[in-house]
Nanobody, 120 residues
């Protein structure tokens, strides 16, 4: 089973940027799609962005225009570039598998996630 390790989170002011990385133990695009998920305190985990093996990307409305998902198959890594961050983006961010039509479909064990805190 693929293992996933997220990194790149931190504390940032509103309007700031962060780049998250998700390193996988094997090829990321042997799956139909990979996704970034997040879970805020007291809320359910939600899908934020997906990228298919063909490079198609989809986003939640709440992050569209601000977040960009990308993948590097040679490095077995998925990235999430987050710009113009808002306090409501505060959450623990995870990566996992997904379906190409922006559908939650986590099949790997969840990693430890990476905390993103947006606060002044």
């Amino acid at each position: 089973q693929v293992q996933l390790v997220e990194s790149g989170g931190g504390l940032v002011q509103p309007g700031g940027s962060l780049r998250l990385s998700c390193a996988a133990s094997g090829s990321i695009f042997r799956f139909p799609a990979m996704g970034w998920y997040r879970q805020a305190p007291g809320k359910q985990r939600e899908l934020v962005a997906t990228i298919t093996s063909g490079g198609s990307t989809h986003y939640a409305d709440s992050v569209k225009g601000r977040f960009t998902i990308s993948g590097d198959n040679a490095k077995n890594t998925v990235y999430l570039q987050m710009n113009n961050l808002k306090p409501e983006d505060t959450a623990v961010y995870y990566c996992n598998t997904a379906r190409g039509t922006f559908t939650s479909y986590p099949t790997a064990s969840w990693g430890q996630g990476t905390q993103v805190t947006v606060s002044s």
